[in-house]
């Protein structure tokens, strides 16, 4: 089994800033591509950056300027860093990691979540 661990939310106030860890971990063969997603109340999940294992990202529209997604592929860690938050950005963020475990089958996980909220 491969599991996501992460950290580094928490209440910040508007324009503040917060930098997330994603960790894999478990029977990875290799790790293809990681990202972040956020769902904010009464809303759907959506897409907030990607990072492929070569470091190749994607951000969505919202966030682009405002938070960086980086990658230890050594330690199958992504971060994302998140600068001048504002209450909008107020979401449970998911890592989701894709790749092949330990048999060569593919695989895709999702964190737990971790909670952002940014006060006005």
């Known amino acids: 089994q491969v599991h996501l661990v992460e950290s580094g939310g928490g209440l910040v106030q508007t324009g503040g800033s917060l930098r997330l860890s994603c960790a894999a971990s478990?029977?990875?063969?290799?790790?293809?591509?990681m990202g972040w997603y956020r769902q904010a109340p009464g809303k759907q999940r959506e897409l907030v950056a990607t990072i492929t294992r070569a470091g190749s990202t994607n951000y969505a529209d919202s966030v682009k300027g405002q938070f960086t997604i980086s990658r230890d592929n050594t330690k199958n860690t992504i971060y994302l860093q998140m600068n001048n938050l504002k209450p909008e950005d107020t979401a449970v963020y998911y890592c989701?990691?894709?790749?092949?475990?330990?048999?060569?089958?593919?695989?895709?996980?999702w964190g737990q979540g971790t909670l952002v909220t940014v006060s006005s």
């Open positions: 478990g029977s990875i063969f290799t790790i293809t591509a």
């Open positions: 989701n990691a894709e790749g092949r475990d330990t048999l060569v089958k593919y695989l895709e996980v």
